[in-house]
């Protein structure tokens, strides 16, 4: 090791004149003739037991937050969603909003939507089967859309 003029020290592999010799400690190794299995679960594989119980372990709406209010007069908003692990075979997610499935899911990720209607909504996210049987479903989020809204003229 050398320290230059700015006294910061210099690591090489070659020797300089002024530069001392450091000594490395030995790294631990360790060796195996055999590989440790992984007991890993088979989220997602096609060839996963039918028989094996799913747990989704997160099915949420991440953003926006529970009771925001979006203030934007066409109605439009991104809803970011949360599915861990990966949807099994033979399930679909769909997001929920007050009740009712609007849109089928692929995964994790944003979905955009548009032409909200004003007043305040819940949204989650929801698993079922390919007959239709509800799964799964997260908790819901509470979202206030806030558009402009035109006074009714009163009949004269």
Do not use: C
């Not at 028989?51 to 099915?59: A, F, G, M, N």
């Amino acid at each position: 090791m050398e320290i230059d003029e700015n006294g910061v020290p210099v690591f090489s592999d070659t020797r300089t004149e002024g530069s001392k010799e450091i000594e490395l400690r030995e790294p631990q190794t360790f060796s195996s003739d055999e590989a440790i299995p992984q007991a890993l679960p088979q989220y997602g594989a096609p060839d996963a037991e039918d028989d094996q119980p799913w747990i989704y372990s997160r099915l949420a709406v991440t953003s926006p937050a529970n009771d925001t209010a979006i203030r934007e007069n066409t109605g439009a908003m991104t809803i970011s969603v949360a599915i861990a692990p990966g949807i099994k075979n033979g399930h679909k997610a769909e997001l929920m909003m007050d009740g009712l499935a609007i849109r089928k899911l692929s995964g994790s990720g944003p979905v955009s939507l548009s032409n909200v209607d004003r007043g305040t909504h819940v949204f989650s996210v929801r698993i079922v089967d390919d007959n239709g049987k509800v799964i799964d479903e997260g908790d819901g989020v509470s979202v206030t859309m806030l558009r402009h809204a035109q006074p009714r003229r009163q009949p004269r």
